[in-house]
């Protein structure tokens, strides 16, 4: 099945698989869920991901992380902001702030993907793509 908005079918996805406790979630591998991925790793959201399969087919494999014996997700909640129907943008000036610097901010940056806070350093703006806490 087609999918149209890879980066909220990828949200959808590991939401699910918090929810249900998974290990391991697949999602569609692209530039941009590569690198939203990578970034989630770096914020220490997920354990690992890794690239599985070829061509087409191409899958990452996120390994998600839990705290504690009775295993509480360490994400709370992935909210997608700039959608195919409606983009939202921010400059450097409106950089939205997730939960007083609690929770992070996902940007598209000319730069590249990178979280609120490193666009407030680096003094750019973009398309806020999701918020993560």
Known sequence: MAVNDTIGDMLTRIR?????RH???????TK???????VLKEE??????EEAGEGIKRKLVLTLKY???NRQPI?????????????VYANRRELPRVLGGIGIAIIST?????????????????????YVW
């Open 16 to 20: 699910n698989a918090n929810m249900m």
């Open 75 to 87: 994400i709370n909640t992935l909210k997608r902001v700039s959608r195919p129907g409606l983009r």
């Open 110 to 130: 000319s730069s590249g993907i990178m979280t609120d806070r490193e666009a407030r350093r680096t003094g750019v703006g973009g398309e806020v793509l999701c």
């Open 23 to 29: 290990q391991t979630v697949e999602v569609s591998s």
């Open 32 to 38: 941009m869920t590569r690198s939203i991925a990578l």
């Open 44 to 49: 220490g959201f997920i354990a690992n991901f």
């Open 67 to 69: 705290r504690g014996k």
